[in-house]
């Protein structure tokens, strides 16, 4: 198995800077893989804990290091949505996958921060194809994402999930139909910025008219609280039903300042009180008008827009 950063045989351990520049690589599959970045750091830290866990010899006989990272990175991932099924169940409301900002605004932690931290953000980032990921079984999102997005061989795919490549091929088909099911066409980015802008003044000003207007009749808000803050434990469905639900919370608006951020690589928007992120807000927008609302604002989801 290779990487997208190709590192062939090359000797990880004679290159010292060589295994940490897998970092970013491994970072970037752990988040597609699990929509958490905390679960993320926490494989990529057991991944390298492995690592250096083998012997010397070991390693040595290793012919690709970033393949056996990957590898080893990948079962852990599949590990760790199988358990989350269950976890799940507990789950105090709807969750939803942790939201992450444009690099250039990621702001925990120290200003010299490792930037391998950091996630590559893409249409595969994105808060609408994350939510149809969590919805496949543990096999097909690591198949499919293994494959379509950081192109592995199925051959290659088989070794992480335990399967022939015929079935891991069968596996990554029927997440694509999946994927193809939710597909909505997106927008130039001018215009999503737009749409979301506008929903911003109007939220702002309270306007029922211009809100309800820039909503899809069949619009969906999802809101994430994890038990932890107060927020809708059910989808909310209609533009009517959505926008009752905002300006009861009005009270709460007008104490916030409300900014415009790329939010998982796509317009969005966050709430911010007393200089904190209390909610960001992902958007679906087809069209001119907002057909899907993603909230997250559990505190524990929000660490890379709050200054620590």
């Known amino acids: 198995m290779t990487t997208q950063s190709e590192p062939g045989t090359a000797r990880l351990d004679a290159e010292p800077g060589a295994i940490a520049g897998e970092r970013r690589q ?6 597609r893989l699990l929509g958490s970045l905390a679960e993320a ?5 057991e991944t390298y804990a492995r690592w250096y866990a083998l012997s010397r010899e070991e390693r040595e006989a290793i012919r690709s290091p970033g393949a056996w990272l990957t590898k080893v990175a990948g079962r852990l991932c599949l590990n760790v949505l199988s358990s989350a099924r269950v ?24 200003p010299a921060a490792d930037p391998a931290d950091r996630v590559t953000l893409d249409e595969s980032v994105s808060m609408a194809f994350l939510v149809v990921l969590d ?29 022939t490549p015929a079935a ?21 980015a001018a215009r ?7 929903f911003k003044q109007a939220l702002e000003a309270g306007d029922i008219d211009a809100l309800v207007a820039l909503l ?34 009005g009270d709460r608006v007008r104490h916030q300042t409300i900014l415009e951020r790329t939010v998982n690589g796509r317009p969005g928007l966050i709430a911010q009180q007393d200089g904190v992120t209390v ?23 929000l660490r890379p827009w709050t200054a620590t």
């Open 168 to 188: 891991c091929r069968q596996l990554a088909s029927s997440a694509r139909r999946r994927l193809r099911a939710a597909h909505a066409p997106v927008p130039p």
């Open 135 to 163: 919805a496949m079984t543990p096999a097909e999102r690591v198949a499919f994402v293994l494959h379509d997005v950081f192109r592995y061989t199925f051959a290659e795919i088989a070794d992480v999930v335990g399967r």
């Open 26 to 31: 491994l970072t970037n599959l752990a988040y």
């Open 41 to 45: 750091e926490d494989v990529v830290q």
């Open 279 to 301: 909610s960001v807000y992902a958007f679906e927008v087809v069209g001119d008008r907002i057909t899907r609302i993603w909230a997250v604002r559990n505190p524990d989801k």
């Open 216 to 249: 899809g009749p069949d619009v969906t808000a999802v809101a994430d609280g994890g038990g932890v803050v107060r927020t809708a434990l059910h989808p909310i469905e209609g533009a009517e039903r959505i926008v009752r639900s905002l300006l009861r919370f």
């Open 87 to 110: 976890r799940r169940v507990t789950y105090v409301g709807e969750w939803l996958p942790e939201p992450v900002p444009d690099p250039d605004e990621w702001i925990t932690g120290p």
């Open 192 to 198: 999503q910025a737009q749409v979301v802008r506008e």
